[in-house]
T-cell receptor, first 112, second 112 residues
Framework: GAGVSQTPSNKVTEKGKYVELRCDPISGHTALYWYRQSLGQGPEFLIYFQGTGAADDSGLPNDRFFAVRPEGSVSTLKIQRTERGDSAVYLC??????????FGPGTRLTVT | GENVEQHPSTLSVQEGDSAVIKCTYSDSASNYFPWYKQELGKRPQLIIDIRSNVGEKKDQRIAVTLNKTAKHFSLHITETQPEDSAVYFCAASTDSGYALNFGKGTSLLVTP
């Protein structure tokens, strides 16, 4: 079946702008995760949804970052007033049970 | 919070040799340990995982071992092939926090 998909694949934005990144999880997966990966590093946890609610948002770096999952399927990560330090690959993953997270291809965000 | 250390950061082996990557973790409550393979520009792919109620798990040429007392786990790849070349990440998580905490990765190069 279809895996996790993310759009756009690449996003270039100017410092100070607002961006939205979208994730479509594997059908039927109730858990959805957002991670951020900088060059040469492992993915860094941002937020985890179980259904529609954010079960753990302890990884969000500050209040410029927000994520929603209104119908328990598609999720959107929103970043306000982007900064150059936000440049990274944003990865989404989904899972049916605890563990076994399957990743999407990521969105490469570049803030100029 | 959980801290996962991974080494070596780079590993070069000849085709047919074995490769071993080691990780340590700090949180004794961690009970799920996946390994991901990431090729350049691609998504992380789950290749094997182990839970804390077992000490070893094997899947064809790859195996993972876990020592809960010492808080370390290892990935073993036998009969390496050039297509095994990639960056490998270990990770750890607990039931109470489903976020995966990743190591910094090991860049494996298998030369023909």
């Amino acid at each position: 079946g279809a895996g996790v998909s993310q759009t756009p694949s690449n996003k270039v934005t100017e410092k100070g702008k607002y961006v939205e990144l979208r994730c479509d999880p594997i059908s039927g997966h109730t858990a959805l995760y957002w991670y951020r990966q900088s060059l040469g590093q492992g993915p860094e946890f941002l937020i985890y949804f179980q259904g529609t609610g954010a079960a753990d948002d302890s990884g969000l770096p500050n209040d410029r970052f927000f994520a929603v999952r209104p119908e328990g399927s598609v999720s959107t990560l929103k970043i306000q007033r982007t900064e150059r330090g936000d440049s990274a690959v944003y990865l989404c993953a989904s899972s049916l049970t605890v563990g076994e997270q399957y990743f999407g291809p990521g969105t490469r965000l570049t803030v100029t | 919070g959980e801290n996962v250390e991974q080494h070596p950061s780079t590993l070069s082996v000849q085709e047919g040799d074995s490769a071993v990557i080691k990780c340590t973790y700090s949180d004794s409550a961690s009970n799920y340990f996946p390994w991901y393979k990431q090729e350049l520009g691609k998504r992380p792919q789950l290749i094997i995982d182990i839970r804390s109620n077992v000490g070893e798990k094997k899947d064809q040429r790859i195996a993972v071992t876990l020592n809960k007392t010492a808080k370390h786990f290892s990935l073993h790849i036998t009969e390496t092939q050039p297509e095994d070349s990639a960056v490998y990440f270990c990770a750890a998580s607990t039931d109470s926090g489903y976020a995966l905490n990743f190591g910094k990765g090991t860049s494996l190069l298998v030369t023909p």
